[in-house]
């Protein structure tokens, strides 16, 4: 699993500046840094990307996507830096973006992720000083409050021969009903956020249908995308598009690590089919809009349940799905998943404000409350939605949710030393470990790489691709001792083709 988030981009005094230009200074100002450029810059290997492949069959043509985007983007000299973590920092769609190493645990999703917050703080700090840029500022949220938006997407890996129509009967209540415990928390209503009001959720507003490709416009509730950066014939990874950039540690974990329990429960056909709701895109909507959790959702059958109903539904069968199953023990993280799901989920039914020390949305909430009580302020105050911006500066000094952390007010999973060990080492149990290993010991000679490659230039008559189509292999158990005992990339081949 692992996440991708595209961040905002401010240049402040410049409402004119150029967002990919922009964009391109702050990923290439940290691709500067020295243990990237040692050697030369490794490219990244689009020759294996298929985005227009659809996970219901079929492979999309024509206009929703130009196949040469990529190329493209490199020939302008877009900036793609790909990072001794395993991770990849780039621009998209006039964003910078980073996305995390394929790891095996929410607890690593979260540490990776928040690695790249860390990432992003200092891309911004090495632009501000080059000469003739002006400060860039650079923010965890999704929407520019002026009717765009841009995502903060998940990616799980999942066993191919699972029923895709399974995947959409069950995730879309999950979907519609889990921003309740990881939404960012937004000022205002609608796309454009001109409607007064606070929200759950910043990206709810943005989704149009409930199933589909697309990314950008017509958003669905459950993306088809069918690239699995991996053994297509064994393997699909569900990219995941409707949920929030999360700053809160616990948000994020809960989100990542609920999501593939469900997942896991789909495989397994253990999940009966009985919450279908029965206008998904409007009820997502309508639950984001309604952060007393009163809202009652329509479901097919005829019922009515709040948005707390239905995750109880969820939370109590994987309960019952992990304890029930023979032979296994729960191992800690997933023990302590439902922990701390059953924990939030109770105490958003007694008063949300229970939950301001652990997810975005609710300590948000209390910040703007705390701004309207003292400055006798209304939800149509410009005031608040700047309060909203700068819960997401992703600098140490000016970010509120960072002001949070520092004084002890939203609980946290790691130190920042561990942290800072992320930005620079990779996961040790996923291909990441072989990808990040290769950059950081032998830069010289690694040309390209991609999620399921390396290419090597070690002299020969033509580069040398090493693929890694399994993302549990590569790992610090399989190949560690190999980059002990191989001073070059030449000797790692050797090793590796002998072997």
């Given at each position: 699993?692992?996440?991708?988030?595209?961040?905002g981009?401010?240049?402040?005094?410049?409402?004119?500046?150029?967002?990919?230009?922009?964009?391109?200074?702050?990923?290439?100002?940290y691709?500067?840094?020295?243990?990237?450029?040692?050697?030369?810059?490794?490219r990244?290997?689009y020759e294996?990307?298929?985005?227009l492949?659809?996970?219901?069959?079929?492979?999309?043509?024509?206009?929703?996507?130009d196949?040469?985007?990529?190329?493209?983007?490199?020939d302008?000299?877009?900036?793609?830096?790909?990072?001794t973590?395993?991770?990849?920092?780039?621009?998209?769609?006039?964003?910078?973006?980073?996305?995390?190493?394929?790891v095996?645990?929410?607890?690593?999703?979260?540490?990776?992720?928040?690695a790249?917050?860390?990432?992003?703080?200092?891309?911004?700090?090495?632009?501000?000083?080059i000469?003739?840029?002006?400060?860039?500022?650079?923010?965890?949220n999704n929407?520019?409050?002026?009717?765009a938006?841009?995502?903060?997407?998940?990616?799980?890996?999942m066993r191919?021969?699972?029923?895709?129509?399974?995947?959409?009967?069950?995730?879309?209540?999950?979907?519609?009903?889990?921003?309740?415990?990881?939404?960012?928390?937004?000022?205002?209503?609608?796309?454009?956020?001109?409607?007064?009001?606070?929200?759950?959720?910043?990206?709810?507003?943005?989704f149009?249908?409930?199933?589909?490709?697309?990314?950008?416009?017509k958003?669905?509730?459950?993306?088809?995308r069918?690239?699995?950066?991996?053994?297509?014939?064994?393997?699909?990874?569900?990219?995941?598009?409707?949920?929030?950039?999360?700053?809160?540690?616990?948000?994020?974990?809960?989100?990542?690590?609920?999501?593939?329990?469900?997942l896991?429960?789909?495989?397994?056909?253990?999940?009966?089919?009985?919450?279908?709701?029965a206008?998904?895109?409007?009820?997502?909507?309508?639950v984001?809009?309604?952060?007393?959790?009163?809202?009652?959702?329509r479901?097919?059958d005829?019922?009515?349940?709040?948005?707390?109903?239905?995750?109880?539904?969820f939370?109590?069968?994987?309960?019952?799905?992990?304890?029930?199953r023979?032979?296994?023990?729960?191992d800690?993280?997933?023990?302590?998943?439902?922990?701390?799901?059953?924990?939030?989920?109770?105490?958003?039914?007694r008063?949300?404000?229970?939950c301001?020390?652990?997810?975005?949305?609710?300590a948000?909430?209390?910040?703007?409350?705390?701004?309207?009580?003292?400055?006798?302020?209304?939800?149509?105050?410009?005031?608040?939605?700047?309060?909203?911006?700068q819960?997401s500066d992703?600098?140490?000094?000016?970010?509120?949710?960072q002001?949070?952390v520092?004084?002890?007010?939203?609980?946290?999973?790691?130190?920042e030393e561990?942290?800072q060990?992320?930005?620079?080492?990779?996961?040790?149990?996923?291909?990441?470990?072989?990808?990040?290993?290769?950059?950081?010991k032998?830069?010289?000679?690694v040309v390209?790489?991609?999620?399921?490659?390396?290419?090597f230039?070690?002299?020969?008559?033509?580069?040398?691709?090493?693929p890694?189509?399994e993302?549990?292999?590569?790992?610090?158990k399989?190949?560690?001792?190999?980059?002990?005992?191989?001073?070059?990339?030449?000797?790692l081949?050797e090793?590796?083709?002998?072997?």
């Open positions: 699993m692992g996440t991708e988030v595209e961040y981009v401010s240049v402040p005094g410049q409402p004119g500046a150029n967002p990919m230009v922009t964009s391109s200074q702050v990923v290439n100002a691709g500067a840094r020295p243990e990237l450029t040692k050697g030369g810059r490794a990244w290997d294996e990307e298929s985005p492949r659809d996970a219901r069959g079929f492979t999309y043509s024509g206009a929703l996507y196949p040469a985007e990529a190329l493209a983007d490199e302008l000299g877009l900036a793609n830096v790909i990072l973590n395993g991770a990849r920092l780039y621009v998209d769609h006039a964003h910078p973006e980073y996305s995390t190493p394929e095996t645990n929410p607890r690593d999703v979260v540490l990776w992720d928040k790249g917050e860390r990432v992003m703080a200092e891309a911004s700090r090495r632009a501000a000083t000469p003739g840029t002006l400060p860039i500022h650079l923010y965890k929407t520019d409050n002026k009717g938006s841009y995502g903060a997407h998940e990616n799980y890996l191919r021969q699972t029923p895709f129509a399974d995947i959409v009967m069950h995730l879309t209540p999950f979907f519609v009903t889990r921003q309740i415990v990881c939404g960012a928390g937004r000022v205002g209503i609608g796309q454009d956020g001109s409607g007064p009001g606070f929200q759950i959720s910043q990206r709810a507003d943005f149009e249908v409930e199933v589909g490709l697309e990314t950008t416009l958003r669905p509730i459950i993306n088809t069918d690239e699995p950066h991996a053994d297509a014939d064994k393997y699909r990874r569900l990219h995941v598009i409707l949920g929030d950039a999360n700053l809160s540690e616990i948000s994020t974990y809960l989100k990542v690590g609920a999501t593939s329990l469900i896991g429960m789909i495989e397994e056909k253990a999940l009966p089919g009985d919450l279908g709701i206008d998904p895109v409007s009820e997502l909507k309508a984001s809009h309604d952060p007393e959790l009163k809202h009652l959702i479901m097919r005829g019922r009515r349940l709040s948005a707390l109903d239905i995750q109880w539904a939370y109590e069968r994987a309960r019952a799905f992990v304890e029930n023979e032979g296994d023990d729960v800690e993280i997933t023990a302590d998943v439902l922990d701390r799901w059953e924990s939030v989920l109770d105490r958003l039914g008063d949300p404000m229970l301001a020390g652990e997810l975005d949305w609710v948000k909430l209390r910040l703007l409350e705390g701004y309207r009580e003292r400055e006798s302020l209304g939800w149509s105050s410009h005031k608040l939605q700047l309060v909203d911006l819960y992703v600098r140490p000094e000016k970010g509120l949710y002001r949070l520092a004084r002890g007010s939203m609980a946290t999973l790691f130190s561990e942290i060990r992320a930005i620079v080492e990779p996961p040790d149990d996923t291909r990441a470990y072989f990808r990040g290993r290769c950059l950081a032998y830069p010289a000679e390209a790489a991609s999620w399921d490659s390396v290419i230039d070690v002299g020969r008559e033509s580069l040398v691709r090493v890694m189509m993302p549990e292999r590569g790992t610090k399989h190949v560690g001792a190999l980059f002990d005992r191989c001073p070059s990339a030449k000797d081949l090793a590796i083709t002998s072997g």
